[in-house]
């Protein structure tokens, strides 16, 4: 194998691990499920789908920003402060 084809694999495979390797959760960041369980602690009423609605439409109007990640196996939804 030529030295060019090697850095051309090395570069492909540098490639696919940016892809199946997810970057770790920041500390500012939180899924819906961490924020479903410090509001309960305000308000023990709250649902998580609820909380879920109501992270989807402050990410809408702009207040936060998400990216999505891949945990145990799912996707989940990371927010952070836009």
């Known amino acids: ?13 540098d490639f696919a691990l940016s ?5 770790p959760q920041h500390a500012d960041e939180f899924s819906a ?3 479903y369980v410090e509001a309960r602690k305000k308000n023990p009423k709250l ?11 402050m990410e809408q109007n702009g207040a936060l920003k998400k ?3 891949r ?12």
């Open 47 to 57: 649902t998580l789908s609820g909380v879920r609605q109501k992270l989807m439409r």
């Open 67 to 69: 990216r999505t990640m």
């Open 19 to 23: 892809q199946l390797v997810d970057e």
């Open 33 to 35: 499920e961490d924020a």
């Open 71 to 82: 945990h145990n196996g799912t996707t989940i939804n990371l927010y952070s402060k836009a």
């Open 1 to 13: 194998m030529k030295k060019t084809n090697i850095n051309k694999t090395l570069s492909a495979l």
